[in-house]
C-alpha cells in the first residue's frame, strides 16, 4: 500500500491507482477528503450520464431549502446567485446514489467558487468590486467586466458547464481496467492508529507495517491558509459551519491560529538548531516562534507515525521547502531530516532544487 498522510486533493492517490498500486489518504481537510474520494471513484458513463441529466431535470425555480451556512454570504454572493446555488444544491441532496451526489457535490463547489465575488486570481479568497483598480491599470477592465457578468449570471449554465467537463473527465478515469482501491484513512496525520473515517467515525484503520510506500508534501510552518480557501465551498456543502471553522484551522498543522496561551507553554521544539533560531524570534516576535516550533513538534508526531505504519525495508519519499520566519531562514528540510533520523530513518538519497 502507499501512503499520503497529507493527500490534499488525492493525486498521489490516484497516480497510485494508474499504477495500480493500493492506497491510503489523510487529510484534515473535509472538502479535500470529499475531492479525493470523488477523484478516486469511477463511475461508468452511462450510469454518471443518466444520473447528471435526471439531476438537471429536476433543479427547482424557487429553493425550498433554508440558506446555508457560509460565513459572510452577502459579501461573497449576489442575491440572485445565492437563490440559484440554493436551487441547485437541493436537486444535488435529492440524489439518492451517494457516489453520483458525492461527484454532484463536487462541481457544485467549484461553480461555487466561480460565482462568487472571489477574485479567481488568488487561492485565498479576496473580493472583487468594480472600479476597484485605478485607470488605466491592466486588470481595471478585466475585473470590471467579470463583476457585470456577476450581476445578470446564470447560475445553472455554469454549474452545467462544470457538471458535463467533470464527466468527460471521469469517463476517461472508468474506460481504464480495474482500478486498485483508494481509502480515505483520516484526518490527521500524527493519528494515523486511530482509524478516523470521513465524518470522524470509522474508517480503516493503519496498521504497523501496513505500508510499503509514503509519498507526501507536507505543509509549512505559518504557511497554512488551506481552510480559509476553500471557506466558501466547506459552508455551500455543509461540512463545515461558520462557529466550526476555528476549530478545523485548529486541526491543521502549520496553522497560525494561536491563543496567547498556546504561545506562553511553547518551549522548544527539540531540534537543537532550529531552538537557536527560534529563541532569537521569541525575543521580538513570541507568537511566531511558537507557530514555527509547535510546527516541528506536531511533524514530529506525523513522521513518527509513518515510521510506525512503514513496513521494515519500506520508503519515505518527502517533498519540502525551506521558508523564512521573521525574515530569518528557516530551514524545514534539514529539521524534518533531523527528526526523521531520530526516529530511526534511514537517509538514502536527497535530491535539491536550488
Given at each position: 500500500m502507499i501512503l499520503d498522510p497529507f493527500c490534499g486533493s488525492g493525486t498521489v492517490l490516484l497516480a497510485s491507482q494508474l499504477a495500480g498500486r493500493a492506497s491510503a489518504g489523510v487529510d484534515s481537510n473535509p472538502l479535500a477528503r470529499l475531492v479525493a474520494r470523488v477523484k478516486t471513484t469511477p463511475i461508468s458513463e452511462r450510469h454518471l450520464c443518466r444520473a447528471a441529466q435526471r439531476l438537471l431535470d429536476r433543479i427547482p425555480d424557487s429553493p425550498r431549502d433554508g440558506t446555508p451556512d457560509v460565513v459572510n454570504l452577502g459579501k461573497w454572493f449576489y442575491p440572485h446567485i445565492v437563490l440559484q446555488l440554493r436551487c441547485i444544491l437541493e436537486a444535488i441532496?435529492?440524489?439518492?446514489?451517494?457516489?453520483?451526489?458525492?461527484?454532484f457535490l463536487v462541481s457544485f463547489s467549484k461553480c461555487v467558487r466561480k460565482v462568487s465575488l472571489a477574485d479567481p486570481r488568488l487561492a485565498v479568497p479576496v473580493r472583487l468590486q468594480f472600479d476597484q483598480y485605478p485607470k488605466g491599470h491592466p486588470l481595471r477592465e478585466k475585473t470590471n467586466q467579470h463583476v457585470r457578468r456577476l450581476r445578470r449570471l446564470n447560475v445553472r449554465k455554469v454549474f452545467d458547464e462544470v457538471l458535463r467537463s467533470n464527466c468527460r473527465r471521469m469517463n476517461v478515469l472508468s474506460k481504464g481496467s480495474r482500478l486498485p482501491p483508494a481509502t480515505i484513512a483520516g484526518c490527521d496525520?500524527?493519528?494515523?492508529?486511530?482509524?478516523?473515517?470521513?465524518?470522524?467515525?470509522?474508517?480503516?484503520?493503519?496498521?504497523?507495517?501496513?505500508?510499503?510506500?509514503?509519498?507526501?508534501?507536507?505543509p509549512y510552518p505559518g504557511a497554512q491558509?488551506?481552510?480559509?480557501?476553500?471557506?466558501?465551498?466547506?459552508?455551500w456543502l455543509g461540512l463545515c459551519g461558520t462557529d466550526e471553522l476555528a476549530d478545523l484551522k485548529r486541526l491543521a498543522i502549520?496553522?497560525?491560529?494561536?491563543?496567547?496561551a498556546d504561545c506562553e507553554r511553547f518551549s522548544c521544539s527539540g531540534v537543537s538548531s532550529a531552538d537557536r533560531i527560534l529563541a532569537e524570534i521569541r525575543k521580538t516576535n513570541p507568537w511566531r516562534a511558537s507557530v514555527a516550533g509547535?510546527?516541528?513538534?506536531?511533524?514530529?508526531?506525523?513522521?513518527?507515525?509513518?515510521?510506525?505504519?512503514l513496513v521494515p525495508g519500506g520508503y519515505l519519499?518527502?517533498?519540502?521547502?525551506?521558508?523564512?520566519?521573521?525574515?530569518?531562514?528557516?530551514?524545514?528540510?534539514?529539521?524534518?531530516?533531523?527528526?526523521?533520523?531520530?526516529?530511526?530513518?534511514?537517509l538514502v538519497l536527497r535530491l535539491v532544487d536550488i
Amino acid at each position: 500500500m502507499i501512503l499520503d498522510p497529507f493527500c490534499g486533493s488525492g493525486t498521489v492517490l490516484l497516480a497510485s491507482q494508474l499504477a495500480g498500486r493500493a492506497s491510503a489518504g489523510v487529510d484534515s481537510n473535509p472538502l479535500a477528503r470529499l475531492v479525493a474520494r470523488v477523484k478516486t471513484t469511477p463511475i461508468s458513463e452511462r450510469h454518471l450520464c443518466r444520473a447528471a441529466q435526471r439531476l438537471l431535470d429536476r433543479i427547482p425555480d424557487s429553493p425550498r431549502d433554508g440558506t446555508p451556512d457560509v460565513v459572510n454570504l452577502g459579501k461573497w454572493f449576489y442575491p440572485h446567485i445565492v437563490l440559484q446555488l440554493r436551487c441547485i444544491l437541493e436537486a444535488i441532496r435529492s440524489t439518492r446514489n451517494p457516489i453520483a451526489r458525492d461527484f454532484f457535490l463536487v462541481s457544485f463547489s467549484k461553480c461555487v467558487r466561480k460565482v462568487s465575488l472571489a477574485d479567481p486570481r488568488l487561492a485565498v479568497p479576496v473580493r472583487l468590486q468594480f472600479d476597484q483598480y485605478p485607470k488605466g491599470h491592466p486588470l481595471r477592465e478585466k475585473t470590471n467586466q467579470h463583476v457585470r457578468r456577476l450581476r445578470r449570471l446564470n447560475v445553472r449554465k455554469v454549474f452545467d458547464e462544470v457538471l458535463r467537463s467533470n464527466c468527460r473527465r471521469m469517463n476517461v478515469l472508468s474506460k481504464g481496467s480495474r482500478l486498485p482501491p483508494a481509502t480515505i484513512a483520516g484526518c490527521d496525520a500524527r493519528r494515523l492508529s486511530h482509524g478516523l473515517g470521513d465524518n470522524g467515525t470509522g474508517g480503516a484503520t493503519l496498521e504497523r507495517d501496513s505500508v510499503r510506500l509514503v509519498i507526501t508534501s507536507p505543509p509549512y510552518p505559518g504557511a497554512q491558509k488551506y481552510v480559509r480557501s476553500v471557506s466558501l465551498s466547506l459552508g455551500w456543502l455543509g461540512l463545515c459551519g461558520t462557529d466550526e471553522l476555528a476549530d478545523l484551522k485548529r486541526l491543521a498543522i502549520g496553522r497560525e491560529e494561536y491563543s496567547k496561551a498556546d504561545c506562553e507553554r511553547f518551549s522548544c521544539s527539540g531540534v537543537s538548531s532550529a531552538d537557536r533560531i527560534l529563541a532569537e524570534i521569541r525575543k521580538t516576535n513570541p507568537w511566531r516562534a511558537s507557530v514555527a516550533g509547535t510546527y516541528l513538534l506536531e511533524m514530529r508526531d506525523a513522521l513518527s507515525e509513518m515510521y510506525r505504519v512503514l513496513v521494515p525495508g519500506g520508503y519515505l519519499v518527502l517533498i519540502a521547502a525551506n521558508n523564512k520566519v521573521c525574515g530569518r531562514e528557516f530551514r524545514t528540510q534539514d529539521y524534518l531530516r533531523r527528526i526523521a533520523d531520530d526516529l530511526g530513518f534511514d537517509l538514502v538519497l536527497r535530491l535539491v532544487d536550488i
